[in-house]
């Protein structure tokens, strides 16, 4: 406290250095990059216009700190509105508007500007959240995964994972792009073969927006099956160097940014948890720590091309508190404590991403060439009572995965149709080393396998958009294929064929109805393509391993209001087909994916089918003097066959969903944000007791085996809770300083969640054998509850050179 009393006292004493500052930028031709002369740029909150020069170039000076809403236009373009820009004094905000050109039916219809990104190729399902809404949302602490919790049909769960499950999709259903650059993964501690873990990767002072795709996925983006969630990087600061430092609740994030000569600037950023020190000090008995750094350089060497090279890595550190029994007395503590201390095992993983996206602007057209490599390593290791010898040894994983890509794509408008085509070639290796003891059916088998797999993938995509009746009616229509080199059934191009089709109609200048069908195809997870059996064949190959498919239809209508606010409701239903189906366990591997550790390392067969569908109801308003508010509604039904052919609720069958969200910004540098969610229990399957309780497997396992027979026929209690969150800032000559109040379930909600099976012992810790059959153990459940409250300060300081 004394900290933030004298950085308090030192802000105070330099408010009178307070100036004001700069902010310009180019309008361009978003097809050419050509400049527009003479096109009008106005600060909407201050009504303050100007007007561009013959390059393009406008500028605003003696602006105050604070954030507003830009406005461009010109004559033969449609307009565009940039949100939420945050001026301060510590830089020069600099502002890139793409007109997109508008042709001769187009140039009848007046065209005013939204706030709301659409686009032919996604009328539907399309949400976008800039900077400022991404860094306030309560709750989220800065972290980029949980902010897209706030979004229609994005399902919450009561843990401390970031799973991002949409429209009752598995978390592994996701694609993630990074300026264009996929990015494997977005999440510390990620599950293989899944997406999520508990701490985003992403350091949110790199976001200028995100587009998130729930459906009406693009032809070059349709690859996943759930979503596509496209992050949009800033640029660095071309005059002068910017420092950035953030100290949170669990890490510290150091973030530099500026100019390299004049044609080139970056941005880079290191950070490193403490969060293994708070949990040592809360008694808890794992230790997570984790440490990323990010990167992205810009090189122009003239307004036809454009070069960004970014980068991404992270090294986590998944131990166990072997000590975090000392000194408690509590019994039901130290139960849960070993419990977990005899469960989770230890895990080191790394990973990576780098590539470089070149955009070349020709007369009417878009060059892009993408190339990047990424790698995940990941290894974990469990012994009986965490005694490591050899005889105890339990679990001995490692793997790792990678992947070297390449994609072209060529952008072009002719005669009102709007063209994008483009190929995309891959090279990926995965190997495997595993050593596991798991329990099948009451039965211990120890499996001991190496595998390395080598493929070629290949993609080809296009498509095309055209607007008719003077704009007001637009189509869309796409068509990809993937191929890989791992069987001839994947190699075979009309297997996996991806026709989608989108269209929009306005019923007025506010009022549009939209409509997307389209089928996406995705190619299963390294684990499970990899997967040998002790003689070393590709069991799944064998089995005939496929795509896995799903089938969309999202039917939507939304109004626009005249206070920046849009009303949207769409209905979905997504048809899933050859999804993986394990042989061992006889479930749908679309029930798997929140867990710690791997998903798919086992025999599989491409036969589960199922189904989502649900209803969604948004209103987002933007900021309109100093309010904003999001309310999200979304009612979902997700089911998948179970082994004997019938219907039941998969785990991701959250039925309601709420998000609502809403704040006030003042105008002395206060701000407060309030977010309430709900989300109904989702599914699960109780535990065979029977089969637990046997001494062979209990020693094993270390935990309740799941009774498959009664798949998800159990539920979890209802999730909710109120996150607040309070900020001010000072804004200096040189510097600019936020403190945070973030408080994370203010009124200490706690969601009952699947219970604990736990073997008794004596007072020695030594198990009970059960009376009445020597070869089982006693055993007992508990009662298994989630939801603390988190408090949270936080301080982010950025100054200029």
């Given at each position: 406290m004394k900290i933030f009393s004298l950085l308090a006292i030192i802000v105070v004493s330099m408010q009178s250095f307070a100036q004001q500052t700069t902010v310009k930028g180019r309008v361009a031709s978003s097809i050419s990059n050509e400049s527009i002369e003479m096109a009008s740029v106005t600060i909407v909150e201050l009504q303050k216009i100007v007007f561009t020069d013959k390059n393009g170039v406008f500028s605003f000076e003696n602006i105050l700190p604070g954030l507003y809403t830009f406005k461009a236009k010109a004559t033969g373009f449609d307009e565009q509105v940039l949100n939420e820009i945050s001026v301060t004094y510590t830089r020069t905000i600099e502002l890139n508007f793409t007109l997109e050109p508008l042709f001769k039916q187009q140039q009848e219809v007046k065209v005013k500007a939204s706030p709301f990104k659409k686009n032919p190729e996604s009328p539907v399902s399309l949400r976008t959240l800039n900077a400022a809404e991404i860094e306030r949302l309560p709750g989220a602490g800065r972290d980029v995964s949980k902010v897209l919790q706030a979004l229609p049909g994005v399902a919450l769960r009561p843990t401390f994972r970031n799973d991002i499950i949409i429209r009752g999709g598995s978390p592994g259903e996701n694609k993630f792009y990074l300026d264009g650059i996929e990015v494997p993964n977005i999440n510390h501690f990620a599950t293989q073969g899944s997406s999520g873990g508990p701490v985003g990767l992403l350091n949110v002072n790199f976001i200028r927006e995100v587009d998130f795709y729930s459906g009406a996925f693009p032809a070059n983006r349709a690859n996943g099956l759930s979503s596509v969630i496209s992050f949009n990087q800033k640029d660095g600061n071309k005059e002068k160097l910017v420092t950035n430092f953030a100290l949170g609740s669990s890490d510290a994030a150091l973030t530099f940014d500026g100019p390299l000569g004049k044609k080139a600037d970056f941005i880079f950023s290191i950070r490193r948890s403490y969060l293994q020190f708070l949990f040592s000090a809360l008694k808890l008995p794992f230790l997570p720590t984790y440490n990323d750094s990010q990167f992205k350089v810009n090189i122009r060497p003239n307004d036809k091309n454009k070069i960004s090279i970014i980068g991404l890595g992270a090294f986590d550190d998944f131990a166990l508190n072997t000590s975090v029994n000392d000194g408690i007395t509590d019994t039901a503590k130290l139960e849960y404590n070993n419990f977990i201390l005899g469960n989770i095992p230890t895990q080191k993983q790394w990973n990576y991403t780098i590539g470089m996206n070149w955009q070349h602007y020709s007369k009417n057209s878009i060059q892009t060439f993408v190339a990047s490599r990424n790698m995940l390593n990941n290894s974990s290791v469990r012994y009986f009572n965490?005694?490591?010898?050899?005889?105890?040894?339990?679990?001995?994983?490692?793997?790792?995965?990678?992947?070297?890509?390449?994609?072209?794509?060529?952008?072009?408008?002719?005669?009102?149709?709007?063209?994008?085509?483009?190929?995309?070639?891959?090279?990926?290796?995965?190997?495997?080393?595993?050593?596991?003891?798991?329990?099948?059916?009451?039965?211990?088998?120890?499996?001991?396998?190496?595998?390395?797999?080598?493929?070629?993938?290949?993609?080809?995509?296009?498509?095309?958009?055209?607007?008719?009746?003077?704009?007001?009616?637009?189509?869309?229509?796409?068509?990809?294929?993937?191929?890989?080199?791992?069987?001839?059934?994947?190699?075979?191009?009309?297997?996996?064929?991806?026709?989608?089709?989108?269209?929009?109609?306005?019923?007025?200048?506010?009022?549009?109805?939209?409509?997307?069908?389209?089928?996406?195809?995705?190619?299963?997870?390294?684990?499970?393509?990899?997967?040998?059996?002790?003689?070393?064949?590709?069991?799944?190959?064998?089995?005939?391993?496929?795509?896995?498919?799903?089938?969309?239809?999202?039917?939507?209508?939304?109004?626009?209001?005249?206070?920046?606010?849009?009303?949207?409701?769409?209905?979905?239903?997504?048809?899933?087909?050859?999804?993986?189906?394990?042989?061992?366990?006889?479930?749908?591997?679309?029930?798997?994916?929140?867990?710690?550790?791997?998903?798919?390392?086992?025999?599989?067969?491409?036969?589960?089918?199922?189904?989502?569908?649900?209803?969604?109801?948004?209103?987002?308003?933007?900021?309109?003097?100093?309010?904003?508010?999001?309310?999200?509604?979304?009612?979902?039904?997700s089911e998948f066959l179970n082994a004997q052919d019938h219907y039941v609720a998969s785990s991701w069958d959250s039925k309601n969903i709420v998000s609502l969200t809403g704040g006030k910004r003042f105008k002395n540098g206060w701000e407060v944000g309030v977010r309430w969610l709900y989300s109904g229990g989702s599914p699960y399957t109780p535990i065979d007791v029977a089969t637990s309780s046997l001494k062979a497997v209990w020693d094993v396992n270390g935990r309740g085996l799941l009774d498959y027979s009664k798949l998800n026929t159990e539920r979890e209690g209802s999730f909710h809770q109120l996150n607040i969150r309070v900020d001010k800032k000072y804004y200096l000559k040189k510097w600019t300083l936020n403190f945070y109040l973030d408080i994370q379930n203010a009124y200490a909600a706690k969601t009952k969640v699947a219970p604990i099976l736990l073997v008794e012992k004596d007072a020695a810790g030594n198990p009970i054998t059960d009376p009445n059959d020597p070869t089982r153990y006693k055993t007992k459940f508990i009662e298994n509850t989630s939801g603390i409250l988190q408090p949270s300060i936080g301080i982010i300081i950025e100054f200029k050179q």
């Open positions: 965490n005694i490591e010898a050899p005889v105890n040894r339990i679990l001995d994983y490692s793997s790792f995965e990678a992947e070297n890509k390449f994609r072209f794509e060529h952008q072009f408008t002719k005669n009102g149709y709007k063209f994008n085509f483009g190929v995309g070639y891959e090279y990926a290796r995965y190997f495997s080393s595993n050593y596991n003891k798991i329990a099948i059916q009451g039965n211990v088998i120890t499996i001991d396998n190496q595998s390395n797999l080598y493929m070629s993938k290949a993609s080809a995509f296009g498509q095309v958009s055209k607007a008719y009746l003077n704009g007001r009616m637009n189509l869309s229509l796409g068509l990809r294929t993937d191929i890989n080199s791992y069987s001839s059934s994947m190699a075979n191009p009309l297997n996996q064929l991806s026709p989608m089709f989108s269209a929009s109609y306005k019923l007025t200048p506010s009022w549009t109805i939209n409509a997307n069908i389209a089928r996406y195809n995705q190619l299963p997870a390294y684990t499970i393509l990899g997967y040998r059996n002790a003689t070393g064949d590709l069991v799944n190959k064998q089995n005939d391993l496929k795509y896995i498919t799903a089938d969309h239809f999202v039917l939507g209508t939304a109004y626009s209001t005249e206070f920046n606010a849009r009303f949207s409701v769409e209905g979905f239903y997504k048809k899933y087909n050859k999804y993986p189906f394990s042989i061992n366990d006889s479930i749908s591997l679309a029930n798997l994916g929140t867990d710690f550790g791997i998903v798919g390392n086992e025999a599989v067969r491409s036969v589960s089918i199922g189904r989502a569908y649900g209803t969604e109801f948004l209103y987002q308003q933007k900021m309109v003097k100093g309010f904003y508010g999001v309310v999200a509604y979304t009612f979902v039904t």
